[in-house]
Structures are given as structure tokens and as C-alpha cells.
């Protein structure tokens, strides 16, 4: 599980892709974002995003986000993003759905 908090913006996109875009690479692996604390996507963050879930699903894995802040979860949805990614309302709920 990955916990993020702040911001997923230009200032911290790399740094973010770096981190996770390794776990996502490994076959099989179960990856779980858990957004509690995150208070903002940029455009190019629900990219990468997209990018990684994909990479994970290539991999043969799991890629999922948990307690999205309503905000957030609004703009995915204009974007059209909740249809593609798996979105989880709590922590336990996405650990019990990824065993």
C-alpha cells in the first residue's frame, strides 16, 4: 500500500512515478494508493495514473485507489476515469476485494 498525501502536481509528479511505477513492473503485484490525505491532482497526475494502472493490468496485477476525497473523485469522473480505474470508498473494503 502506498499512502499519499498533498499534492500530485508538476512539483511532485516525478518523484510520485518513480515510487510506484516500480511496483507496478513487477508481475502479479497487488498495488493499492491510499488517498486519505491527497488534496489535488493535476492533469498530467490522473495521466500517470492511468499510465500506471495500465502497466500493472500488463503485468498481470492489481492496481486500485482507496478514501478518495470527494473532490477528486469528481473531477475523475468528469475525465472518465472512474470506469477505467478501480476505485475502493474505504481502506478495508479494497483490502478485502484485492486478497
Request: aromatic share 8%; charged share 20%.
Amino acid at each position: 500500500m502506498v499512502y499519499l498525501s498533498g499534492d500530485i502536481d508538476a512539483a511532485s509528479i516525478g518523484e510520485f512515478q518513480t515510487t510506484v511505477e516500480p511496483l507496478c513492473k513487477e508481475p502479479g503485484s497487488k498495488v493499492l494508493l491510499e488517498c486519505k490525505s491527497l488534496n489535488y491532482v493535476n492533469s498530467t497526475g490522473f495521466g500517470v495514473l492511468f499510465t500506471l494502472n495500465r502497466t500493472c493490468q500488463q503485468n498481470g496485477g492489481v492496481f486500485a485507489l482507496c478514501t478518495l476525497k470527494s473532490k477528486i473523485k469528481m473531477l475523475m469522473k468528469v475525465l472518465g476515469l472512474v470506469e477505467l480505474l478501480t476505485i475502493y470508498p474505504t481502506q478495508e473494503d479494497a483490502l478485502e476485494a484485492m486478497k
